[in-house]
């Protein structure tokens, strides 16, 4: 089951609202908590039953390592306490290495990579001092499967949310803001990330000897969007969800292809899982405080699980390599040489070298790679273009438009200059635009269009 599909939206999702919003507050929400828990098995269960064992045996696990970490660390007994850390970590990295580095043959199961991290570093805050162990099951099997942001994150931290696992509260305006962002994001998922997936997958299939220069540079730009407003569209909704249960999560995306270097764009780009890397792997192996050469090593060392985590696949370990590549060279001193040129240019190398990243992480592949790239240095069989190449660019120049506005602030900024703080213009202009999408949204749904997430295969 997935968020834009007509099965959660008229079903799953408005049975789930009204037992949630029936069920008593009291309790530090525990019945509340536990509405969530048994909803997020039955979202996990629709597509693989088999895969709630794993789910319940990884919230017992870790809420068993949690609890023991956290007495013995109020025992002032840190190698006893580090003992179920360790615990904790190597039995969530065995779960990652069996399904998806074993080549066992097992199916992935659905969210492993989020809901895995998610767990490790809830004994890990533990260890620190930073979250306190909790001691409702109830509560923490919610934090550990809940729905809106079990499959493709945000990344979760526990002391993010540790606190409205027990207080929280709706209002008028969080489900409104939810409601709002959650449109949003199916919005970008239905109407953008498919539409420009539709368009990749048709050059994608095009035999080798007919991909043009044209075509092959439209795809893989094609390929960018559609990554970015799958992935951010369905944060957006994750989001929305969790702020109508009354939760407020970290942003995952601060628009990423306005970025005018490296660093600034994955500073920007799947904020919470760089923020993962950074607070439990870069900085305990020192970060930038060892020298340069450790520096060196340390960034290199977290983007090469970077690769790994999305895959054991060599394109995604080139993948983690080539940003890696990147970023020390922006480290070296060609930052400070950007900052210094005109902001577009400096945006324009940004955005070629993400391109080049997107056509390293598009397949599996290493072939599509080769007469890709082949292609789009202008060595196509079938030459700079086409007839069929300029038919497929001028027949969707709207959608490249709308791509490119859509990907970048201007939206939020004309709606805020239309508005310019007027509360019930701000208001109005709102309802109209949940109404528009949601109506254009479902129509494409209904007619079956091209629908599938990215992430879900990590």
Not at 249 to 259: A, C, D, K, R
Request: glycine share 8%; net charge positive; with cysteine.
């Amino acid at each position: 089951m997935v968020f834009s599909s007509l099965l959660f939206l008229f079903r799953f999702l408005p049975c789930v609202l009204v037992i949630y919003f029936i069920a008593p507050g009291c309790f530090k929400n525990t019945w509340k908590n536990l509405v969530l828990f048994l909803a997020s098995l039955v979202f996990y269960a629709w597509g693989e039953p088999v895969y709630i064992v794993l789910m319940l045996f990884s919230t017992v696990v870790d809420y068993i390592n949690g609890g023991l970490a956290g007495y013995f660390i109020n025992r002032n007994k840190k190698n006893a306490a580090k003992f179920f850390v360790f615990l904790s970590v190597f039995i969530n990295l065995s779960l990652l290495g069996v399904f998806k580095y074993a080549g066992t043959g097992l199916a992935l199961p659905i969210g492993i990579s989020f809901y895995t991290f998610q767990t490790m570093s809830y004994t890990i805050d533990i260890y620190r001092g930073e979250a306190k162990p909790e001691k409702n099951i109830i509560n923490f099997g919610a934090y550990v499967a809940m729905f809106p942001q079990l499959i493709a994150g945000p990344v979760v931290r526990f002391k993010d949310i540790s606190v409205l696992l027990r207080e929280r509260s709706t209002s008028l305006d969080k489900l409104s803001y939810g409601v709002t962002r959650f449109t949003t994001g199916l919005g970008k998922k239905v109407i953008l990330a498919n539409q420009a997936g539709e368009i990749f997958k048709t050059v994608t299939a095009s035999q080798a000897g007919n991909l043009t220069t044209l075509s092959a540079w439209f795809g893989i730009l094609m390929f960018s969007f559609q990554i970015y407003f799958d992935f951010s569209g369905y944060s957006d909704m994750a989001i929305g969800l969790m702020a109508i249960f009354g939760f407020r999560i970290p942003e995952n995306f601060n628009y990423p292809y306005m970025s005018k270097s490296i660093t600034e764009f994955w500073r920007r780009w799947h904020i919470s899982l760089g923020t993962w890397f950074k607070e439990y792997v870069y900085i305990p192996l020192g970060g930038s405080r060892r020298g340069m050469a450790r520096t060196f090593l340390n960034i290199f060392i977290v983007w090469f699980l970077t690769g790994l985590w999305h895959g054991a696949s060599l394109n995604f370990i080139a993948w983690g390599m080539y940003f890696c590549f990147f970023l020390l060279i922006e480290k070296l001193g060609f930052l400070k040489i950007l900052g210094r040129i005109p902001a577009v240019l400096s945006h324009i190398y940004a955005m070629i070298v993400v391109y080049g990243g997107w056509l390293l992480f598009a397949w599996e592949d290493i072939t599509q790679h080769r007469v890709f790239l082949k292609a789009m240095a202008g060595m196509a069989e079938a030459g700079l273009s086409s007839n069929a190449a300029m038919y497929l660019f001028v027949s969707n120049v709207v959608l490249l438009i709308v791509l490119i506005i859509g990907s970048t602030d201007i939206p939020a900024r004309a709606g805020a200059w239309i508005c310019n703080k007027n509360e019930i213009c701000k208001g109005l202009l709102q309802a109209v635009f949940v109404a528009v999408v949601f109506i254009i949204s479902v129509s494409y749904l209904v007619n079956g269009t091209y629908n599938p997430f990215l992430y879900f295969r990590f």
